[in-house]
């Protein structure tokens, strides 16, 4: 087994890539699949799935539709573990201003109404920041739409100018105009880290984010807070979590290509899972040992349940890496911090993201 720090994983695997030399078994993520199986580089996983009678449907289309190729849609990856995204709130600011705690049922309405409620400009305090960055902001409102956000599941064509992203982004850029959301500058950058901290810092009330700054959360907030599911489209009723969800991968021209795609299926087993799910951390992919995961928490009053519930109906990755900071940074810099209408934001990274697309 071959560790590598995260910040040259990337490059080295590249690297094995374009030689050939990829090692037998290695991990991807859903946002860089897209340029080992346009390349040849891994090994198709379906005949597998079929010969041995795998139900892959139990993972959940988000975990598993990104890391589906070809024109038969065959599943090459077998999905590890998942981050979702729900919504952190400060309970002790929803009991000053009065307000309930927000549920699951809630409504985009209901979000901009307390949005507002809890906006304190006398101490600088604001009611939300939901738009940073991809996974975390505000692309699971346009998920909720019904709309693959930014780039439609074949990877074909740019989707921000669909009417159900428009929608979503001019919602959430009429919380920002009305001065219930702070800007990119004020919070200190658009990463889902920022938002994160600018909340631990008792500057915001509600904030998007995901399982992964659970632990942190735990640990270093100094007010009473929870979690819970992302409010509901009012049209749809639709409440959609961008997942993402890192997964095993066998090279295509492993020697030893049977050996390594049943480690895979074992890995991603019952039994096999059973390792990340007792070590807590990231959540396993396995339906089995999710409940393993919450449990790993210990006693707590925060709804950790939250986040296996955001599964049930949610959005996989699809973007990539070559309009990673468009779709990342800069459309979120344009209308929450330039001020940029959103229609022209929208048409100026669809210019771009859909000529990258056409040079693939």
């Not at 695997?13 to 340029?35: C, E, H």
């Not at 902001?137 to 709309?147: E, L």
């Amino acid at each position: 087994m071959e560790v590598v720090p995260w910040d040259q994983y990337w490059t080295l695997l590249r690297t094995d890539a374009t030689s050939g030399n990829l090692p037998d078994i290695f991990n991807v993520s859903q946002d860089r699949f897209f340029f080992y199986a346009e390349n040849g580089a891994i090994l198709n996983l379906q005949p597998y799935w079929d010969e041995f009678g795998v139900d892959t449907s139990l993972w959940g289309s988000g975990m598993i539709d990104p890391y589906r190729w070809g024109e038969a849609r065959d599943l090459y990856a077998a999905p590890v573990n998942w981050d979702t995204i729900v919504m952190f709130y400060n309970k002790d600011m929803f009991d000053a201003a009065g307000l309930d705690y927000p549920t699951a049922e809630w409504t985009w309405d209901d979000f901009a109404a307390a949005a507002a409620a809890l906006t304190d400009p006398a101490n600088d305090v604001y009611g939300a920041a939901v738009y940073s960055e991809y996974q975390s902001g505000y692309t699971n409102f346009i998920a909720s739409t019904g709309i693959p956000p930014v780039v439609g599941a074949g990877r074909t064509e740019c989707t921000l100018d669909e009417p159900g992203s428009v929608e979503a982004l001019e919602f959430l850029a009429g919380l920002y105009n009305d001065g219930y959301m702070p800007s990119v500058s004020l919070i200190g950058g658009a990463s889902a880290s920022d938002s994160f901290n600018f909340w631990l810092a008792g500057r915001v009330a509600m904030v998007t984010n995901g399982s992964w700054n659970l632990p942190t959360a735990i640990e270093q907030a100094t007010f009473n807070w929870d979690v819970v599911q992302l409010p509901r489209n009012p049209e749809t009723g639709r409440t959609r979590s961008i997942v993402h969800s890192v997964g095993y991968v066998a090279s295509s021209n492993s020697d030893a290509a049977d050996l390594a795609a049943n480690l895979i299926l074992y890995l991603v087993s019952d039994e096999g899972s059973a390792f990340f799910a007792n070590a807590g951390g990231v959540a396993p992919a396995n339906p089995a040992q999710q409940q393993a995961w919450v449990d790993s928490f210990g006693e707590t009053s925060v709804n950790i349940q939250a986040f296996v519930d955001a599964l049930e109906d949610s959005q996989g990755v699809t973007v990539f890496d070559e309009i990673w900071d468009t779709a990342n940074t800069e459309l979120v810099i344009n209308i929450f911090d330039l001020n940029v209408p959103v229609v022209d934001a929208v048409a100026q990274a669809c210019g771009f993201i859909d000529a990258q697309l056409a040079a693939q």
